[in-house]
């Protein structure tokens, strides 16, 4: 069963949130989603310096089979994209926690997100 | 819809499947990874359920002259040991499935034997098409789909693996066995032999096998042929890697190419039409018709291979643009994993299908630049 990292919240979306400095966080996708899409080939993150908003499209990921939107879990402007996983995508597979993170926001405002508890048992992942 | 399940489903699950319906069947989509499965059967082999397909007998007297009239292809024209790819069309020429037919050594009493192999979904309908068709032959048609079970390995590694099951004194009727033939093989399977019918046919664009059994000795032969692999030789391989590997290798598939709405020479399939044959066949008039009329060489649309220029796939049902008009649509699309750019297969009008001609695909918006080419994608060296 897929691991649900119990450090971090989530979004309905399966974007995981981790709280760094201040108001910075850093956005991935959950080991759920990734089981889901299968092997992962493309991903296309928002620009930094962008603006996002919660709950709204703000990249794509593209796996073998296809291709999902990737939300925004929080408000705010873009200040880091990963561009580890823009070269080699599979990164996100193998480590969708760690290296496999995509992008860092200066957030304004959350979205509704969920505990690693609440995400888990709502999606069948494992804490 | 109800839901099937293979003699190989406890395997499966054993391996840790992940799985998905097809055809109203739960098969495995992939084991690990859809990508290493992919890399396997390129490289060494992989092990495949295809239990889902149909397996439709058809015997006696006048069981050539039959499927002569049923399929669009000349079966009677086939050797004993052959396998021939065909359609069975209806009147109006639409591609009620494509199938594969074995034609058997004859029975004792001297009666013809043909085995007919349709896709999952299509299994039904295809056995009950044949009876009807059968009213005025001297033949039997049997379903045996429910009671038959059929493994792939395919790959380059397939052969030295499978010879590990067979006696040394048969090991020639494996290797000598030819593409798109058929023979019976003792294997040895849970400590007795068992004649099984192995054919080197598969979807994948490898050398491979089909191994037809039945579902009372499904588990064993495939434990027996993961047994006998060595560490890296052979991997279970899902539907997933079998939907890429064959759109790498140019293979239409039912429901996405090939339609009761299509037609043979839109998809590229009319040398697989016999309008040669003297006898009639169902669809005869209307694929003549489509044939004089240019269908997929002058007129309509047509099958075409699309390679991607940038990274992003096109995907089943994007439109595919000429100067941003809609010249065509997608029909089956992804990265290719053996070549590393996108593949894609779309029917687009025919002043637009040149090897070479310069089309776009539709991504959700974004125009992505393609190129028309040859099919297939990928060939394998010999």
Same mark, same amino acid.
């Given at each position: 069963?897929?691991?649900?990292?119990?450090?971090?919240?989530? +979004?309905?979306?399966?974007?995981?949130?981790?709280?760094?400095?201040?108001?910075?966080?850093?956005?991935?996708?959950?080991?759920?989603?990734?089981?889901?899409?299968?092997?992962? $080939?493309?991903?296309?993150?928002?620009? $930094?310096?962008?603006?996002?908003?919660?709950?709204?499209?703000?990249?794509?990921?593209?796996?073998?089979? +296809?291709?999902?939107?990737?939300? +925004?879990?929080?408000?705010?402007?873009?200040?880091?994209?990963?561009?580890?996983?823009?070269?080699?995508?599979?990164?996100?597979? +193998?480590?969708?926690?760690?290296?496999?993170?995509?992008?860092?926001?200066?957030?304004?405002?959350?979205?509704?997100?969920?505990?690693?508890?609440?995400?888990?048992?709502?999606?069948?992942?494992?804490? | @819809?109800?839901?099937?399940?293979?003699?190989?489903?406890?395997?499966?699950?054993?391996?840790?499947?992940?799985?998905?319906?097809?055809?109203?069947?739960?098969?495995?989509?992939?084991?690990?990874?859809?990508?290493?499965?992919?890399?396997?059967?390129?490289?060494?082999?992989?092990?495949?359920?295809?239990?889902? @397909?149909?397996?439709?007998?058809?015997?006696?007297?006048?069981?050539?002259? %039959?499927?002569?009239?049923?399929?669009?292809?000349?079966?009677?024209? @086939?050797?004993?040991?052959?396998?021939?790819?065909?359609?069975?069309?209806?009147?109006?020429?639409?591609?009620?499935?494509?199938?594969?037919?074995?034609? =058997?050594?004859?029975?004792?009493?001297?009666?013809?034997?043909?085995?007919?192999?349709?896709?999952?979904?299509?299994?039904?309908?295809?056995?009950?098409?044949?009876?009807?068709?059968?009213?005025? %032959?001297?033949?039997?048609?049997?379903?045996?789909?429910?009671?038959?079970?059929?493994?792939?390995?395919? *790959?380059?590694?397939?052969?030295?693996?499978?010879?590990?099951?067979?006696?040394?004194?048969?090991?020639?009727?494996?290797?000598?066995?030819?593409?798109?033939?058929?023979?019976?093989?003792?294997?040895?399977?849970?400590?007795?032999?068992?004649?099984?019918?192995?054919? =080197?046919?598969?979807?994948?664009?490898?050398?491979?096998?089909?191994?037809?059994?039945?579902?009372?000795?499904?588990?064993?032969?495939?434990?027996?042929?993961?047994?006998?692999?060595?560490?890296?030789?052979?991997?279970?391989?899902?539907?997933?890697?079998?939907?890429?590997?064959?759109?790498?290798?140019? @293979?239409?598939?039912? !429901?996405?190419?090939?339609? =009761?709405? !299509?037609?043979?020479?839109?998809?590229?399939? *009319?040398?697989?039409?016999?309008?040669?044959?003297?006898?009639?066949?169902?669809?005869?008039?209307?694929?003549?018709?489509?044939?004089?009329?240019?269908? !997929?060489?002058?007129?309509?649309?047509?099958?075409?291979?699309?390679?991607?220029?940038?990274?992003?796939? !096109?995907? *089943?049902?994007?439109?595919?643009?000429?100067?941003?008009?809609?010249?065509?649509?997608?029909?089956?699309?992804?990265?290719?994993?053996?070549?590393?750019?996108?593949?894609?297969?779309?029917?687009?009008?025919?002043?637009?299908?040149?090897?070479?001609?310069?089309?776009?695909?539709?991504? =959700?918006?974004?125009?992505?630049?393609?190129?028309?080419?040859?099919?297939?994608?990928?060939?394998?060296?010999?």
């Amino acid at each position: 069963m897929a691991k649900v990292a119990p450090e971090l919240q989530y +979004s309905d979306e399966h974007e995981w949130v981790a709280r760094e400095a201040g108001n910075l966080v850093s956005i991935g996708i959950s080991a759920v989603a990734t089981d889901a899409l299968g092997d992962i $080939v493309y991903v296309d993150l928002p620009e $930094v310096g962008a603006t996002v908003t919660a709950g709204e499209t703000c990249g794509e990921v593209e796996s073998t089979k +296809s291709v999902s939107d990737l939300y +925004s879990p929080v408000a705010g402007e873009v200040t880091e994209t990963n561009s580890a996983v823009v070269d080699d995508p599979a990164l996100i597979n +193998s480590d969708p926690y760690g290296a496999g993170w995509l992008f860092k926001v200066a957030a304004e405002s959350d979205g509704p997100l969920l505990s690693a508890e609440e995400y888990a048992s709502k999606n069948g992942g494992e804490l | @819809m109800t839901e099937n399940y293979t003699a190989l489903y406890e395997e499966h699950k054993k391996l840790g499947a992940s799985f998905t319906d097809f055809g109203g069947w739960q098969m495995p989509l992939k084991y690990s990874s859809e990508l290493a499965e992919h890399h396997a059967v390129r490289n060494a082999a992989g092990l495949f359920d295809l239990s889902h @397909m149909g397996e439709v007998w058809v015997t006696g007297p006048d069981a050539a002259a %039959f499927l002569d009239y049923a399929l669009v292809g000349k079966i009677s024209a @086939m050797s004993v040991g052959k396998a021939k790819y065909s359609l069975i069309c209806q009147e109006d020429g639409g591609i009620i499935d494509d199938l594969i037919t074995y034609r =058997r050594p004859v029975a004792e009493d001297g009666t013809d034997r043909f085995l007919v192999v349709p896709n999952a979904g299509n299994a039904v309908v295809v056995a009950e098409a044949l009876a009807e068709r059968a009213a005025n %032959f001297d033949v039997v048609v049997d379903d045996a789909s429910a009671d038959t079970s059929l493994i792939a390995v395919q *790959g380059p590694k397939a052969e030295a693996i499978l010879l590990r099951l067979v006696p040394a004194a048969q090991h020639e009727l494996v290797t000598g066995l030819k593409y798109y033939a058929a023979v019976e093989v003792p294997f040895m399977v849970a400590g007795s032999s068992k004649d099984l019918l192995l054919a =080197r046919t598969g979807y994948t664009g490898e050398d491979g096998f089909e191994i037809f059994v039945d579902n009372a000795d499904a588990a064993a032969l495939w434990q027996a042929i993961s047994a006998v692999a060595e560490e890296g030789e052979l991997v279970p391989a899902g539907l997933a890697c079998r939907d890429s590997l064959r759109l790498e290798a140019g @293979m239409p598939l039912y !429901g996405n190419e090939l339609s =009761r709405e !299509g037609n043979p020479y839109a998809a590229g399939l *009319g040398p697989v039409v016999s309008l040669a044959k003297v006898s009639d066949f169902v669809g005869r008039a209307a694929l003549e018709a489509l044939k004089a009329g240019g269908a !997929g060489s002058t007129s309509g649309r047509k099958l075409v291979g699309l390679k991607g220029l940038g990274r992003r796939a !096109g995907r *089943g049902h994007y439109p595919v643009l000429k100067d941003g008009n809609v010249v065509g649509e997608v029909t089956s699309g992804q990265p290719s994993p053996t070549l590393g750019y996108p593949v894609a297969l779309a029917y687009v009008d025919v002043e637009h299908s040149e090897v070479g001609t310069a089309l776009d695909i539709d991504l =959700r918006g974004k125009a992505e630049p393609f190129e028309v080419v040859a099919l297939p994608f990928y060939k394998r060296q010999k």
